[in-house]
């Protein structure tokens, strides 16, 4: 058989990643120490079938700004194609997107999620009048979710997939720079195809690649370092695809109904572990379009097509951005750019 043979710049870069693997997993838990009032251990797996579809009842209703649509009544969802690695548009996020405020009254007296570790360190939930049980439900089941939310390109068969080794895929960046890896336990692995993995509290403990790598700690104080969410979803690990004629010239598509099916199960799963957990910010991704192989301009076209069903319609999430990093403008970016970008999704007009 004949070997590969790995050019030495290659083996130069895994081996620094892998350095920077071994630091974050040595300053970690000196983080964690300091951080009480979060929990970055903690994760929980979901199935779709577990959760099931979403109450429209529960829905925020989270109205379009007017240079959406012209339509002050409006409720939706814009949709923005970013250059960027997920963290970094995590980061940005909350500071570009406007403030809206849920036009479902169920959601205006709660307690909000922080976005920094500042903002969670022994908050305590706002009291609720314990003779109003359905108050009381309510109120827990509609807490308004500050954090952002990003979406983890996850191997569904390793923990952090190669992120020790060296490997450079959106999971290990994302490994690189926080305290996710603590959260993506051995016994979940290998999971199931519609499943995956919530992380409430992911501590960023680094600058991104492009810029150093360079630890925060400990000159940023533990509690005010930035904290996500993350929902860790597998995509399908190369499935078949075929080529033909499209509207943008030869395209890729996969091969049988199936794994199309598949993949768009999933994303409704991302997002209804999102809507689930009250996330108004969502950082996605082109999910199963690196390594795993699958055609990105149909994979695009599929979350297009989730997020019109029905059951998300209405104004779920303030804004959605896809992060995909494409360093040369000749990769996955303007695909999703071409397919995504600028979208409004699930506009539903009210009071009609």
């Not at 068969?157 to 490994?175: D, I, V």
């Not at 996605?284 to 297009?304: D, K, Q, S, T, Y």
């Not at 896809?322 to 403008?329: E, I, K, L, P, T």
């Amino acid at each position: 058989m004949r070997q590969t043979t790995i050019p030495q710049a290659v083996r130069n870069r895994r081996a620094a990643l892998a350095a920077v693997a071994k630091e974050t997993k040595a300053a970690l838990p000196s983080v964690v120490q300091q951080l009480p009032g979060l929990q970055p251990y903690m994760s929980s797996q979901h199935t779709l079938d577990d959760l099931g579809p979403l109450d429209p009842a529960l829905c925020p209703r989270f109205p379009l700004s007017s240079g959406s649509n012209g339509d002050p009544q409006a409720c939706g969802t814009t949709v923005k194609v970013v250059n960027a690695d997920s963290f970094e548009a995590a980061l940005e996020m909350p500071g570009k997107v406007p403030d809206q405020e849920p036009t479902n009254p169920l959601f205006l007296t709660a307690t909000p999620t922080g976005t920094t570790a500042h903002d969670d360190d022994g908050k305590k939930k706002e009291d609720v009048d314990d003779d109003d049980e359905t108050a009381q439900k309510t109120t827990q089941r509609r807490q308004r979710n500050h954090r952002v939310v990003v979406l983890n390109l996850a191997s569904d068969k390793n923990p952090g997939g190669g992120w020790l080794n060296g490997s450079s895929a959106q999971e290990e960046a994302l490994c690189y720079r926080s305290s996710l890896s603590l959260s993506l336990h051995r016994r979940y692995y290998p999971w199931a195809a519609r499943s995956g993995l919530y992380t409430r509290d992911v501590v960023i403990i680094r600058r991104a690649q492009s810029q150093g790598h360079g630890l925060l700690v400990p000159r940023t104080p533990a509690d005010q370092l930035p904290v996500v969410s993350v929902v860790s979803v597998a995509g399908i690990r190369r499935p078949e695809v075929v080529s033909g004629a499209g509207g943008s010239g030869l395209e890729e598509r996969f091969a049988r109904p199936r794994d199309r099916a598949l993949t768009k199960d999933k994303m409704r799963l991302v997002l209804r572990i999102a809507a689930a957990q009250g996330h108004e910010l969502l950082v996605l991704g082109a999910i199963g379009c690196g390594a795993f192989g699958n055609p990105p301009r149909e994979v695009a076209r599929c979350w297009l097509e989730v997020l019109e069903e029905a059951e998300f319609r209405g104004g779920w999430w303030r804004e959605i951005w896809f992060a995909v990093f494409d360093a040369r403008g000749e990769g996955n970016g303007s695909v999703f750019e071409e397919e995504l970008g600028g979208k409004v999704v699930g506009k539903v007009v009210t009071g009609q």
